[in-house]
């Protein structure tokens, strides 16, 4: 028996698989703005940014209700709470209404956006899905003793073997999901979360620059908080941050924050400069982002740094922990490779455009190891913008598929 070859083999072809699922090529906002009737879902695709994780995944398929099934959740929950409601709508693996019918057994629990968050206890991120008697297809959660409560309704769009959009009537309701705290209890002690996240020095500095106040004033339009862990601050390439200003220590951390929510499926389909708390002026204090399968690379113009973990997120706020100090230019343009130290600004002019912060304007100098405008082309996805993106995708997709069938006509020969 040749088994295990066999399932080596599969297993290589699933990551394969899996590596070409990160690609994007749909786009459910346009994909439901064409049907008026989930006008309310789609608006909170959005708000909550489901849509950027859906768009940056393939193989799923997305359960929509439309206005009247959404309006026992819109404007009665918070957006937190909303966003794992509708995550567990959107399902792991490809069912067009054919493929309902044709469950083996008649049942099948599945995998939902929501089992990957981390919110979902045990194994309540699971959805129920049985072909019932007279052609009806039930939804419910995976929890034992739930109910059907769902049923499948119509299709809406299909893209093979990409997208599938089906229309259920109520939304699936697993325990608890309703009833979890707000996001203002859960980061009402920003600096508790951060310590046990093991980002303590930054959670310090945090509150002796008075900086923490800045993030909070933002929290009720959306928080992304950038955190380096404690080991970041005791890396090599970090400059002395005693030698900083009080001013550049305020820009530094403020440059580890943008006032707006973005999620870690925003960051993966992000072509943009983003601006950070320290932006004072155009170009000035930004980030670009680069990904690698499902990595995300913060670059800053000096050095990248990776996104860890995700700490919290919790509409519109979210935190991440990230393994290098964010080093922007405009503080340490002139420190070249391992050399501690940045020389000290010791006048600094006035910014023309008038910041949110008293940021300290010194001259912005040249990057060295990596200019923003480059900085994303070292990363093989992601960067290129999404046109040539999606040539590239068109252009691979086929060999890659070929590959993919050898590998398994190989595997089930020698199995044979
Ligand atoms: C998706 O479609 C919407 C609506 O047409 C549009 O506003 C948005 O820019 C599109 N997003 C991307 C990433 O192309
Ligand atoms: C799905 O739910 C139905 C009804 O509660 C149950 O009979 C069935 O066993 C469940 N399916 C799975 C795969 O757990
Ligand atoms: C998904 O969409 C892309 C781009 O439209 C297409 O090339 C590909 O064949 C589709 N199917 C799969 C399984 O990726
Ligand atoms: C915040 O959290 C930390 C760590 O969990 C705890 O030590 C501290 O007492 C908390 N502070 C408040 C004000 O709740
Ligand atoms: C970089 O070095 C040059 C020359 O030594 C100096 O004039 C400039 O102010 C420095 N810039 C920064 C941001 O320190």
């Known amino acids: 028996m040749a088994a295990p070859q066999t399932f080596s083999l599969l297993a290589l072809t699933f990551s394969l698989l899996a590596l070409a699922s990160t690609v994007r090529c749909h786009n459910i906002t346009q994909i439901l703005a064409d049907n008026p009737e989930y006008?309310?879902?789609?608006?909170?695709?959005?708000?909550?940014?489901?849509?950027?994780?859906?768009?940056?995944?393939?193989?799923?398929?997305?359960?929509?209700?439309?206005?009247?099934?959404?309006?026992?959740?819109?404007?009665?929950?918070?957006?937190?709470?909303?966003?794992?409601?509708?995550?567990?709508?959107?399902?792991l693996d490809y069912y067009d209404p054919q493929k309902l019918h044709k469950i083996s057994d008649g049942t099948v629990l599945t995998t939902t956006l929501y089992q990957t968050t981390g919110n979902a206890p045990g194994n309540l991120g699971f959805v129920n899905i049985t072909d019932l008697k007279g052609g009806k297809v039930g939804f419910g959660s995976a929890a034992s003793g739930s109910k059907l409560d769902s049923s499948y309704t119509k299709s809406v769009k299909q893209i093979p073997y990409n997208i599938s959009v089906l229309e259920i009537d109520a939304p699936i309701i697993s325990p608890g999901l309703l009833t979890a705290p707000a996001p203002s209890a859960a980061v009402s002690n920003l600096t508790g979360l951060l310590e046990k996240a093991g980002c303590k020095t930054f959670a310090g500095l945090l509150v002796s620059s008075g900086v923490l106040k800045t993030y909070e004033s933002t929290i009720e339009k959306g928080l992304t908080v950038f955190a380096p862990n404690d080991e970041a601050f005791k890396d090599d390439d970090v400059p002395d941050l005693t030698k900083l200003t009080q001013a550049e220590v305020v820009s530094l951390l403020e440059y580890h924050a943008?006032?707006?929510?973005?999620?870690k499926g925003s960051l993966k389909t992000n072509k943009n400069k983003i601006s950070t708390l320290a932006t004072n002026g155009a170009g000035k204090y930004d980030i670009t982002t680069s990904t690698s399968g499902d990595e995300v690379v913060l670059h800053t113009g000096i050095a990248p740094s990776r996104l860890a973990d995700t700490v919290l997120d919790a509409t519109p706020v979210v935190i991440f922990s990230v393994d290098k100090v964010l080093l922007p230019p405009e503080l340490f343009g002139n420190a070249t490779s391992p050399a501690p130290a940045p020389a000290p600004v010791t006048a600094p002019t006035p910014s023309p455009a008038e910041g949110p912060s008293p940021t300290a304007a010194s001259p912005p100098?040249?990057?060295?190891?990596?200019?923003?405008?480059?900085?994303?082309?070292?990363s093989p996805v992601g960067s290129a913008n999404s046109k040539s993106a999606n040539a590239a995708v068109a252009v691979s997709s086929p060999s890659l598929f070929t590959a993919l069938v050898t590998l398994v006509a190989v595997a089930v020969s020698v199995s044979l």
């Open 258 to 263: 943008l006032a707006e929510y973005k999620p």
């Open 365 to 378: 100098a040249p990057p060295t190891d990596e200019s923003p405008e480059s900085s994303p082309s070292d």
């Open 39 to 91: 006008s309310s879902f789609n608006s909170y695709l959005s708000q909550t940014k489901l849509a950027d994780e859906i768009n940056s995944r393939s193989t799923i398929t997305l359960l929509v209700l439309n206005n009247g099934a959404m309006a026992s959740l819109a404007g009665k929950h918070p957006l937190s709470v909303i966003k794992n409601a509708l995550s567990l709508l959107v399902l």
